[in-house]
């Protein structure tokens, strides 16, 4: 026989197997019958393995349970990392209104315009600092490192070398940076001079490029002992910066504090089960712990059956004079599986972290919040896999699946067109409006127009502006919109939409379908899952 001949089944009912084969060579045919059952039996559903040899679903079992404790662990770090995050954002905007003279919010940008005027910040900044504790209303103090308070330091930074006249339009300058800086310590705030008489210190404003004072706060966070949880010592490292880089006439004033977070040495909580809640969290941890290692284990053991199941079927045609397609070889590699074992290895590693950090060994919220957030998207996405089985359900797993690699080369072409409107809007409209002031704002505010955002903001503030850029900003977003708005999103709805219907016509007409080499091998085998055949060592078997 011809080797283009394919696997032929004729379907019989009875008590025994009604798997029967015609193959080119004339194989082995119980061999081929066992393997076709073994392959339908692999692609079955939990329920229907459950029907064939009364397996238990206990991969979605696990995953079930996962997706409740996973997200009780996550809800859990979640308020703990909010109390965190709110605690230094309410310290940041103390600091600033304690520190920054006439600080009026962050909705305007604080600058300085005159000398005087810096002379009075950078004072206000100073006498605040040593007056601290009797104007904070928070539990702040000062930093002290083996009995002595840290120091309070005021640098400046400026060209080593400059002589500018604008009025000759003149300048000779040496643009190596040097910096300059002094200590003053709150011990001897009595003997502190008012600024700009202390020492020796002066600020050479045409050769300025910015004034830093840099101080350090302590704090406790009390707020978690609301919770059973042991509070947590911080030190603020605090920074204050008059940038004069662009040399305007304008001095930008900004604030920033860094924060470390650190075991307190030393306290006691009376009447508290912070204690016993830590242990409580601790034990439930290792319960996410094991139950993943559970299902890490399960579903490396399916994935290695999977594998093993290929070699078999690949061996099997191959001694047919037959070829196994890497379409066909991929189905024995569960990408849902892969999912799951990942979110599995990122929930245990969060795990980890998250204990090390409730004990006070580690304080970066930041790596655990990013392992135990894309863990717990996994999981949940990993549910759709049973769902999945149902077809119904099964409707979004298809289309995405089958307009994945329309979507990919059709958003690799609208990213090009977008790519080249940031380029020509950053360079073009940069100067005259502060959306396009850098290449990312650019970008964002390209982004917010195509959701309908920023639109007439992005219009009212070029209005003022020169009669050529007018003109050139109106062609610029109008055909940005058109194009964006009107036709590229259009036609990514419309690929989703064409694939959706496709999906569901095939699902109508499923005798139209077209299966691959191994859906035929496996639809040659017509066991229903009922059958006893799947759970007998040895099944009998009928060669036609």
């Known amino acids: ?291 993943c290692l559970l299902s890490l284990g399960l579903c490396s053991r399916s994935v290695h059956a999977g594998v093993h199941l290929l070699l078999e079927y690949v061996r099997f045609v191959s001694e047919n004079h037959g070829t196994v397609s890497w379409a066909d070889r991929m189905e024995f590699i569960n990408g849902w599986y892969i999912l799951i074992i990942l979110s599995d290895l990122l929930t245990i590693t969060g795990s980890v972290l998250k204990i090390c950090i409730q004990s006070k060994e580690l304080a970066d919220y930041n790596v655990c919040s990013i392992v135990l957030g894309t863990s717990t998207v996994l999981v949940w996405l990993g549910v759709l896999r049973y769902l999945g089985f149902f077809r119904k359900y099964n409707v979004l797993i298809l289309t995405l699946r089958a307009a994945l690699p329309n979507v990919v080369r059709f958003s690799f072409c609208a990213v090009l067109i977008y790519l080249s409107y940031c380029f020509c809007g950053w360079i073009v409209l940069g100067p005259h409006h502060e959306n396009f002031r850098s290449f990312n704002t650019v970008a964002y505010c390209l982004f917010s127009m195509i959701n309908g955002d920023e639109i007439y903001s992005t219009f009212s503030k070029l209005r003022e502006r020169s009669s050529l850029v007018w003109f050139f900003s109106r062609i610029y977003i109008y055909s940005f919109i058109s194009i964006f708005t009107y036709m590229v999103l259009s036609l990514f709805i419309a690929i989703i939409t064409e694939t959706y219907e496709n999906i569901k016509q095939q699902q109508k007409n499923q005798n139209a379908v077209a299966f691959s080499d191994l859906q035929a091998f496996i639809s040659t085998c017509n066991d229903p899952p009922a059958m006893d055949t799947y759970t007998l060592d040895k099944e009998s078997s009928s060669c036609l």
Not at 12 to 36: I, M, Y
Not at 56 to 65: D, G, T, V
Not at 81 to 86: G, I, Q, V
């Open 1 to 291: 026989m011809s080797e283009q001949e394919v696997l032929v089944a004729s379907g019989s009912s009875g008590s025994v197997s009604s798997c029967s084969w015609a193959v080119r060579a004339d194989p082995d045919c119980q061999a081929a019958e066992e393997l076709g059952r073994k392959l339908k039996y692999f692609f079955m559903s939990p329920c229907e393995k459950y029907r064939a040899r009364g397996r238990r679903p206990w991969k979605m079992m696990l995953q079930i349970l996962k997706i409740a404790i996973i997200t009780s662990q996550l809800v859990s770090f979640g308020l703990s990392n909010e109390m965190m995050a709110s605690f230094e954002a309410e310290n940041l905007l103390t600091f600033r209104h304690l520190f920054l003279k006439d600080y009026k919010g962050s909705s305007t940008p604080h600058a300085v315009y005159t000398k005087q005027e810096v002379y009075d910040h950078v004072n206000y900044a100073i006498m605040r600092y040593l007056n601290l504790q009797n104007v904070t209303l928070g539990n702040h103090a000062f930093e002290t490192v083996n009995g002595e308070v840290t120091p309070l330091s005021l640098c400046q930074e400026f060209y080593r070398h400059g002589n500018i006249s604008p009025g000759n339009e003149t300048f000779d300058i040496d643009p190596h940076v040097d910096e300059e800086c002094m200590h003053i310590y709150p011990v001897n705030s009595m003997e502190y001079k008012v600024f700009p008489n202390a020492g020796n210190f002066t600020i050479h404003f045409k050769r300025l490029l910015s004034v830093n004072i840099n101080m350090k706060v302590k704090a406790i966070n009390l707020q978690t002992v609301r919770h059973d949880e042991l509070p947590d010592c911080y030190n603020f490292n605090i920074m204050i910066v008059f940038d004069n880089r662009a040399h305007s006439g304008q001095i930008r004033v900004s604030l920033n504090s860094d924060a470390e977070m650190n075991e307190c040495k030393d306290w006691t909580i009376s009447d508290s089960n912070a204690v016993s809640h830590f242990l409580l969290i601790v034990l439930f941890d290792s319960l996410v712990m094991v139950v």
